[in-house]
């Protein structure tokens, strides 16, 4: 099923024209649990990784063989998925109880090469914002799935760019690490349903006139809406508490969504390729290529939420009567740096060694 934005609450661009000079497309991906397959763009799907080809490995030297166990990550999911709505039986908690971190590989020494977990994989044909190098129409995702690599300790990515039509014999089985450090690095099989949308770039680095113009505007809605709430405010009293209750559902209900550019109007959440980057919990900072200097924009978002509450009005259309359920809201289940990483690459030249940030 296709995945559908909601146009935006308020022709942003209409109010304030200096905007069309900041805007930039992405393409939301909207991953949802599903079995896709080689030829497909995934998130943790199998990918279409030649037979001959030595599969990614991390060298670092860090523990490997303490952590989760990959098989008891997925069928801990499946378990959780599979009695939603019900008690869980017998065999299913005793089975959740038998999982543990730990030691699980002894003999997997520190220095051995672990293979990376697949993370994503996008096709061009599929995902119109995927800049990669000229002629290459596929981009496959890894990582370690163990937070200890460099000077801040984040996770390490790989990325593989190839033309899909030079693979032939696609490799099976395909090499997973045994174990993984902490369980939301690794992502829930799924399909994309890649969707794109217009953004607008990051309030702190607008004009300081156009912030201080948006700022203004946001504040004149927030003083009509709290006129609007006082002048249609329910009576004080109530003969019974459900007469209150029932008021208060009803003036909720009436109430008018708020609309803030940062929320609404900016950047989407959720994962997706291209688009702007958010500095929602730090000060903007740049990204530059460490070779040729140019601003590196971000390629791929990993997010932990494809909205949350105060992103609502990005829940796709199609998604409306599944409420806060967490297929929807945390479909893949990764929750990287304090919930949100992006891939960064170099415009000029997309060979250039990637960089990462984290929000």
Same mark, same amino acid.
């Given at each position: 099923?296709?995945?559908?934005?909601?146009?935006?609450?308020?022709?942003?661009?209409?109010?304030?024209?200096?905007?069309?000079?900041?805007?930039?497309?992405?393409?939301?991906?909207?991953?949802?649990?599903?079995?896709? +397959?080689?030829?497909?763009?995934?998130?943790?799907?199998?990918?279409?990784?030649?037979?001959?080809?030595?599969?990614?490995?991390?060298?670092?030297?860090?523990?490997?063989?303490? @952590? /989760?166990?990959?098989?008891?990550?997925?069928?801990?999911?499946?378990?959780?998925?599979? !009695?939603? +709505?019900?008690?869980?039986?017998?065999?299913?908690?005793?089975?959740?109880?038998?999982? !543990?971190?730990?030691?699980?590989?002894?003999?997997?020494?520190?220095?051995?090469?672990?293979?990376?977990?697949?993370?994503?994989?996008?096709?061009?044909?599929?995902?119109?914002?995927?800049?990669? %190098?000229?002629? /290459?129409?596929?981009?496959? =995702?890894?990582?370690?799935?163990?937070?200890?690599?460099?000077?801040?300790?984040?996770?390490?990515?790989?990325?593989?760019?190839?033309?899909?039509?030079?693979?032939?014999? =696609?490799?099976?089985?395909?090499?997973?690490?045994?174990?993984?450090?902490?369980?939301?690095?690794? %992502?829930?099989?799924?399909?994309? /349903?890649?969707?794109?949308?217009?953004?607008?770039?990051?309030?702190?680095?607008?004009?300081?006139?156009?912030?201080?113009?948006?700022?203004?505007?946001?504040?004149?809605?927030?003083?009509?809406?709290?006129?609007?709430?006082?002048?249609?405010?329910? %009576?004080?009293?109530?003969?019974?508490?459900?007469?209150?209750?029932?008021?208060?559902?009803?003036?909720?209900?009436?109430?008018?969504?708020?609309?803030?550019?940062?929320?609404?109007?900016?950047?989407?959440? +959720?994962?997706?390729?291209?688009?702007?980057?958010?500095?929602?919990?730090?000060?903007?900072?740049? =990204?530059?290529?460490?070779?040729?200097?140019?601003?590196?924009?971000?390629?791929?978002? =990993?997010?932990?939420?494809?909205?949350?509450?105060?992103?609502?009005?990005?829940?796709?259309?199609?998604?409306?009567?599944?409420?806060?359920?967490?297929?929807?809201?945390?479909?893949?289940?990764?929750?990287? +740096?304090? @919930?949100?990483?992006?891939?960064?690459?170099?415009?000029?030249? %997309?060979?250039?060694? /990637?960089?990462?940030?984290?929000?």
């Amino acid at each position: 099923m296709a995945r559908t934005t909601p146009p935006r609450p308020f022709d942003v661009e209409a109010a304030f024209p200096a905007l069309a000079a900041h805007r930039r497309t992405a393409t939301r991906l909207h991953p949802r649990h599903g079995s896709p +397959g080689a030829h497909e763009s995934s998130v943790a799907g199998p990918l279409l990784w030649p037979a001959g080809e030595p599969w990614p490995v991390c060298t670092a030297v860090h523990p490997k063989s303490t @952590g /989760h166990l990959l098989s008891d990550v997925r069928l801990s999911r499946r378990i959780l998925e599979d !009695s939603r +709505g019900r008690e869980q039986t017998e065999e299913e908690r005793h089975l959740l109880e038998g999982m !543990s971190e730990g030691n699980h590989i002894p003999e997997l020494q520190d220095d051995a090469p672990l293979p990376m977990l697949a993370v994503a994989q996008l096709y061009a044909r599929e995902v119109p914002d995927l800049a990669g %190098p000229e002629g /290459h129409d596929l981009l496959q =995702v890894f990582w370690c799935p163990f937070e200890v690599h460099g000077a801040d300790r984040t996770i390490d990515v790989v990325l593989k760019w190839r033309r899909s039509t030079d693979v032939g014999a =696609v490799l099976m089985p395909q090499p997973e690490p045994p174990v993984v450090g902490r369980k939301e690095c690794v %992502p829930n099989t799924c399909v994309v /349903h890649p969707e794109r949308v217009v953004e607008h770039e990051y309030l702190g680095l607008l004009e300081e006139e156009l912030q201080e113009a948006i700022d203004e505007w946001e504040e004149a809605r927030l003083d009509e809406d709290d006129a609007d709430e006082y002048n249609s405010a329910p %009576p004080a009293s109530y003969a019974t508490y459900e007469e209150f209750e029932e008021a208060m559902a009803a003036a909720e209900a009436a109430e008018p969504e708020q609309i803030n550019y940062m929320s609404d109007l900016s950047i989407a959440p +959720g994962w997706k390729v291209g688009g702007f980057a958010s500095w929602h919990l730090t000060d903007p900072a740049s =990204v530059d290529c460490e070779v040729c200097g140019a601003a590196m924009p971000p390629l791929l978002t =990993v997010n932990m939420w494809e909205c949350d509450g105060a992103s609502r009005s990005w829940l796709p259309i199609e998604d409306r009567d599944a409420g806060n359920a967490r297929h929807v809201t945390n479909p893949t289940y990764v929750y990287l +740096g304090r @919930g949100l990483m992006r891939v960064h690459t170099c415009p000029a030249d %997309p060979g250039h060694p /990637h960089r990462l940030s984290f929000q």
